[in-house]
Nanobody
């Protein structure tokens, strides 16, 4: 089993930055991909960033150049650094772990609000 817990959300002004954290515990060796999704009010959950095998990254076009996904193996934490935030980035952000034996674990989400 794997557990993930997000943190780091909050209120930020347009143009500001936040770093989200996803603390991972349990059978970490079974994980091969970590995702960050977001879900805005009234909209479907949307894939924002992916980290595969700890090295390969991929981003949605809407966040490319502004968001960075990374991990700290010592702290067993995956991060989403978000720069130049805009009101359209307002959403609940979810961490998702995928891996062996159909592993598909979600966190509870952390709310990011971008507003002046």
């Amino acid at each position: 089993q794997v557990q993930v817990v997000e943190s780091g959300g909050g209120l930020v002004q347009p143009g500001g930055s936040l770093r989200l954290s996803c603390a991972v515990s349990g059978n970490i060796l079974s994980i091969h991909t970590m995702h960050w999704y977001r879900q805005a009010p009234g909209k479907q959950r949307y894939l924002v960033a992916t980290l595969t095998d700890g090295t390969k990254t991929n981003y949605a076009d809407s966040v490319k150049g502004r968001f960075t996904i990374s991990r700290d193996n010592v702290k067993n934490t995956v991060y989403l650094q978000m720069n130049n935030l805009q009101p359209e980035d307002t959403a609940v952000y979810y961490c998702n772990a995928r891996g062996d034996l159909d592993l598909n674990t979600w966190g509870q989400g952390t709310l990011v609000t971008v507003s002046s």
